[in-house]
């Protein structure tokens, strides 16, 4: 297991709680709720696949994402690329961007290892992206810092050491 890809689902899970990812990933127990209907129903327009061109950017949907070097695969629900070719990626999440710290931190650290994908796929400097919440129709912008790419990598740690 030490050498199979981490689903970038599964930081999000470990950083909201290990238990959570542990009955997710390990021991493949998943039950649906409302809550997760709720995101699933978000989801199905971002996680349908296509290219929308707007002027001086490119919108990419469903776009699979992988880190090699952190071990990571997964899919964006948008990347938006700007015009000089930087990927910016936007992950929709329901609810509102008025969330408590500890759980907004959550979905920010999911989001900083897509824009470590995305890096790596693409050979660009991802200095920033954004959380799209449904409920508000908001954006939060989130600033990918050094601090986050520990937490991402932190995450990473944990989830391997769980996963053997």
Not at 31 to 45: D, F, K, P, S
Not at 46 to 75: C, M, S
Not at 79 to 101: C, I, M, N, Q
Not at 132 to 150: D, G, K, N, P, Q
Request: with cysteine; hydrophobic share 40%.
């Amino acid at each position: 297991m030490d050498n199979d890809p981490i689903p970038l689902s599964a930081l999000q899970h470990w950083a909201y709680c290990p238990r959570q990812c542990a009955l997710i990933h390990l021991e493949q127990a998943f039950e649906e709720n409302i809550y997760t209907l709720r995101g699933q129903a978000v989801h199905n327009r971002a996680d349908q696949p296509g290219v929308t061109l707007r002027a001086n950017l490119r919108i990419e949907r469903a776009l699979p994402l992988f880190n090699d070097r952190l071990g990571l695969v997964g899919k964006a629900d948008v990347v938006e690329l700007l015009e000089d070719g930087t990927p910016y990626p936007v992950e929709y999440k329901h609810g509102s961007r008025h969330k408590r710290p500890e759980i907004a931190r959550c979905d920010d650290i999911q989001l900083v290892a897509q824009a470590l994908c995305l890096e790596e796929m693409t050979g660009r400097s991802v200095p920033e992206a954004a959380l799209f919440y449904v409920t508000s129709r908001r954006r939060r912008e989130v600033r990918i810092t050094a601090e986050l790419h520990r937490a991402v990598e932190a995450a990473l740690s944990g989830i391997r050491a769980m996963l053997t």
